[in-house]
T-cell receptor, first 114, second 115 residues
Framework: GAGVSQSPRYKVAKRGQDVALRCDPI?????LFWYQQALGQGPEFLTY????????KSGLPSDRFFAERPEGSVSTLKIQRTQQEDSAVYLC????????????FGPGTRLTVT | SQQGEEDPQALSIQEGENATMNCSYK?????LQWYRQNSGRGLVHLIL?????REKHSGRLRVTLDTSKKSSSLLITASRAADTASYFC???????????????FGTGTLLAVQP
């Protein structure tokens, strides 16, 4: 079946622009996660949804970052007034149930802020 | 912030040799997982070991967990060129009344398997 998909795969933004990154999780997966991965580092947690409820947003680095999952399926991560330090790969992952820990990752969106 | 560190940071071996990677973490965990990442397939889940387990096998993979030392190791036996990738450990934390779902990743080991 289809895995987690993300779009766009690559995004170049000028400093100060707003960007929106989309994630389509595996159909029926309850849990959805966003991670940020800087070059040469492991992914770092940003935020977590259980269905449409955002239960943990402790990893969002600033109030310029906003995520939503209004119908409990597709999710969007929005970054306002992008800064150069926002340049990274943004990974989305989903898992079937709340207590099923294996996560399925999408290919990521590589964001470059110039 | 990263949960812990992995060592070595980079490892180069010949096909057929075994590869061992180590991971240390900082806080109590519910489980520890290993993921592989390469440019072709993104992050892929390899194996999960729960905090009450000490060793687990899956195909050519063997994982150990020592919760007293807060460390884990991943052994890949009879390595192949296709095993070339970055390997990350990731922990799911233990909290009162259940586990948190988010994963906290280590810094990764870059494995190169020479044909």
């Amino acid at each position: 079946g289809a895995g987690v998909s993300q779009s766009p795969r690559y995004k170049v933004a000028k400093r100060g622009q707003d960007v929106a990154l989309r994630c389509d999780p595996i159909s029926g997966h309850v849990s959805l996660f966003w991670y940020q991965q800087a070059l040469g580092q492991g992914p770092e947690f940003l935020t977590y949804f259980q269905n449409e409820a955002q239960l943990d947003k402790s990893g969002l680095p600033s109030d310029r970052f906003f995520a939503e999952r209004p119908e409990g399926s597709v999710s969007t991560l929005k970054i306002q007034r992008t800064q150069q330090e926002d340049s990274a790969v943004y990974l989305c992952a989903s898992s079937l149930e709340v207590m099923i820990y294996e996560q399925y990752f999408g290919p990521g969106t590589r964001l470059t802020v110039t | 912030s990263q949960q812990g560190e992995e060592d070595p940071q980079a490892l180069s071996i010949q096909e057929g040799e075994n590869a061992t990677m180590n991971c240390s973490y900082k806080t109590s965990i519910n489980n520890l997982q290993w993921y592989r990442q390469n440019s072709g397939r993104g992050l892929v889940h390899l194996i999960l070991i729960r905090s009450n387990e000490r060793e687990k096998h899956s195909g050519r993979l063997r994982v150990t967990l020592d919760t007293s030392k807060k460390s884990s190791s991943l052994l890949i036996t009879a390595s192949r060129a296709a095993d070339t990738a970055s390997y990350f450990c990731a922990t799911a934390g233990a909290t009162y009344g259940g586990a948190t779902n988010k994963l906290i990743f280590g810094t990764g080991t870059l494995l190169a398997v020479q044909p």
